[in-house]
């Protein structure tokens, strides 16, 4: 027997203690042939049972992550993709028929295939932890639980719970799960072995749902409950879109996750769906974020204490988000009036998203109004978020690095005034960069980091490390007028625009871009990001790039209408939410590929110039920084997906109908 992933020993107690550290790798996946050893470790098991078996890993950073992706990739058609699964679902069928106690101890994160193999076990132990270790995230890959799981979730913790694992895709902590009855106990790090032990002597009765779920999962309840999950879905995702939370209730309503077939019907189904072209695209954005995740060198110096210049909502915000990522900050402002409503803002974040009394006050004590900005010589990074004007944010300069430590890094957080412009009146000017936040800091994970062609290495590094301290996404780019995101979204806002000027309602704009994928329609975003901020940028890439600016943006600016901040925009905002007007006609027929293709254009120019160098990390910072639709995979692959050729030629078409502004760029001929 080969024994590369796992070992397996059994002490005088006779308890086999089986251990999974895969041999090639950082983290414990479930890949193929790691399936195959473990089967054969349980047919040995079999053939010479022991007391009980206590499944555990020899990894410090966790039990197992999940399936391995890598192979999600070769697979070619739903057969492969069937014998893949049936092969996970048989082995771990064979753990959980073995006739001994099994206990599966969970050191860290359990996550898809790691939690359905520690579902299959009998019991579960997990660490003492407030992380959110245990997930069934396979949804974020167009897919399904696949080796029992959408059967076993359902039968330990019960409908309710199960689903909301499996929809949302989001993890919950070790608390959480002892609550809904995936983990039995919950114990300190050095206790794990006596724990395992006292569940292999005493093998308590197994968990199952409570009967209340039970019985919603019964025949005669099924389709109601069945009804809501779909209208929960409905609410959120668009099947054509992407499939598999409604093949998740299909298969649920119609076994009851209950039987062989159960089984034998989630195969087939992950197996249709991971063929999709929803799921390829999906795995590859998630190869392409960690793609983001492995910019900069892993040796550049930490940042450890970040100073910011202007509490305005975004300056605020980004000092209340490094504080709650564990930095230390100190936020400056001309005066204390004008600091506190970020602190305000700050208090709210942090009661939101640090539910310990204790660790919460950690956090608060982290961020320190500092008018008089002596925060400023400690600071490893200081990073300026003042209103956008030259000659102020010049002047600030000149005073911050009088007084900044050697080895400081300054970066702004400009939107629209080129790096190279502001960088003039600084003693090491090549160690200026740019770190572009976007609003609402706290939900959008993109983060441009940018540079001048001579922008030194290390300090690219640092920015690199920073961003990604702070559970963020960085794309580097090159400091040209709008970077990548705003450069984007600028056509396509303009061209929301142009389609209200000719007089179609604004609920039928947005309409059209949700119907292709996008989270949000353009005139929301507006609304959204800002009227004013949106003026703003307009005002910038229409001067750089000779292209005219709505008016009807100044208009509304000058009204005082800013969008949602001040309660009115295109829409109303009561409470943070828009009113859409009802009714309002019908929309043109090429709506879509007028507001898309504005943006797949301007993607193809952005590479053109290269503003960013690789195209998969421009698919990557759009689909992160706009959310264009992940399921379509980026600007580009979408392009290549629909036919350069096709796309180009109805862009041809779309200059004819509408005036030049949608000629193609000559950059089509690279891609």
């Known amino acids: 027997m080969s024994e590369n992933h796992w070992s397996l020993t059994t002490d005088d107690a006779g308890i086999a203690w089986l251990e999974i550290d895969k041999a090639d790798g950082g983290a414990n996946v479930l890949s193929g042939p790691v399936l195959m050893e473990l089967n054969e470790h349980l047919e040995a098991l079999e053939n010479d049972l022991p007391k009980g078996v206590v499944v555990y890993s020899g990894k410090k950073n966790g039990f197992i ?116 009855g995936l983990i039995d106990a919950i114990c300190p790090q050095e206790q794990w072995r006596d724990k395992a032990q006292q569940f292999v002597t005493k093998a308590p009765p197994l968990k199952t749902a409570p009967l209340v779920e039970r019985i919603l999962s019964s025949g005669i309840a099924r389709p109601f409950i069945r009804n809501v999950l779909l209208k929960q879905v409905a609410g959120k995702a668009r099947k054509e879109h992407y499939p598999a939370p409604y093949a998740m209730i299909d298969l649920w309503s119609r076994f009851g996750a209950k039987g062989v077939a159960a089984y034998e019907a989630e195969a087939r189904s992950i197996a249709d769906l991971m063929c999709t072209p929803t799921s390829r695209n999906l795995v ?51 005066e204390l009036k004008y600091i506190e409503p970020a602190l305000e803002r700050a208090d709210k974040l942090f009661a939101k998203r640090v539910r310990d009394d204790a660790k919460r006050a950690e956090t608060r004590q982290r961020l320190n109004a500092d008018v008089e900005g002596a925060g400023v010589p400690d600071a490893d990074l200081i990073i300026e978020a003042i209103f956008e004007n030259k000659e102020a944010k010049q002047a600030l300069y000149e005073d911050l690095q009088a007084r900044m430590k050697p080895g400081a890094i300054l970066a702004t957080n400009t939107s629209s005034i080129p790096l190279e412009e502001l960088r003039t009146v600084l003693k090491e000017p090549l160690r200026f960069i740019g770190l572009h936040f976007f609003n609402p800091v706290a939900q959008l994970p993109l983060v441009e980091v940018i540079r001048c062609d001579d922008t030194t290495a290390d300090a ?16 580097e ?15 396509y806002m303009a061209e929301a625009m142009a389609l209200a000027e000719e007089g179609v309602a604004l ?24 009227i004013d901020v949106a003026l703003g940028v307009s005002n910038v890439l229409g001067k750089a790039m000779n292209r005219p600016v709505p008016g009807r943006l100044a208009e509304m600016v000058e009204a005082g209408k800013l969008g949602r901040k001040s309660g009115e925009g295109f829409y109303t905002w009561p409470e943070g939410k828009p009113v859409k007007p009802e009714g309002g006609g019908k929309a043109p027929a090429d709506i879509e590929d007028r507001l898309i293709l504005a943006m797949v254009n301007e993607a193809v120019a952005t590479l053109s110039d290269r503003v960013v160098t690789d195209g998969d990390l421009l698919d990557a910072g759009v689909i992160f920084g706009t959310g264009f639709a992940p399921f379509r995979g980026g600007p580009l692959k979408y392009a290549r997906d629909r036919g350069v050729d096709t796309v180009t030629a109805r862009l041809v078409e779309l200059a004819a109908n509408h005036g030049d502004r949608f000629r193609p760029h000559s950059g089509w001929s690279d891609l």
Request: proline fraction near 5%; glycine fraction near 12%; hydrophobic fraction near 45%.
């Open 65 to 180: 992550m999940g399936a391995d992706i890598n192979e999600f990739t070769k697979i070619e058609n739903p057969d492969q993709a069937y014998d893949l699964i049936r092969l996970g679902q048989k082995v771990l069928d064979r753990l959980e028929a073995l006739s001994c106690p099994t206990v599966a101890v969970i050191n860290g994160f359990a996550l898809g295939g790691g939690l359905e193999l520690a579902m299959a076990c009998d019991y579960r132990i997990a660490w003492k932890s407030d992380r959110k270790i245990l997930g069934l995230p396979e949804v974020q890959l167009g897919i399904h639980p696949g080796f029992g799981g959408t059967v076993r979730a359902v039968r330990i913790a019960g409908v309710r719970p199960a689903m909301q694992l499996m929809l949302t895709g989001k993890s919950i902590d070790a608390a959480k799960g002892r609550r809904i």
């Open 284 to 334: 590859r954005v998630f190869f392409l974020q960690n793609a983001l995740k492995g910019q900069g060198s892993k040796d550049a110096p930490k940042v450890r204490r970040v100073h910011v210049v202007g509490a305005g909502v975004m300056g605020g915000d980004i000092a209340s988000w490094c504080a709650l990522r564990g930095m230390q900050v100190t936020l400056q402002d001309r």
């Open 460 to 475: 690219l590094d640092i920015g690199f490390g920073f961003v990604k301290a702070i559970s963020k996404l960085p794309l």
């Open 477 to 491: 780019c090159a400091s040209a007028p709008g970077f990548v995101v705003n450069r984007i979204l600028a056509p």
């Open 507 to 530: 609920p039928e704009i947005d309409k059209a871009a949700e119907r292709f994928g996008m989270p949000m329609g353009p005139i929301e975003l507006i609304d959204s990001v800002g």
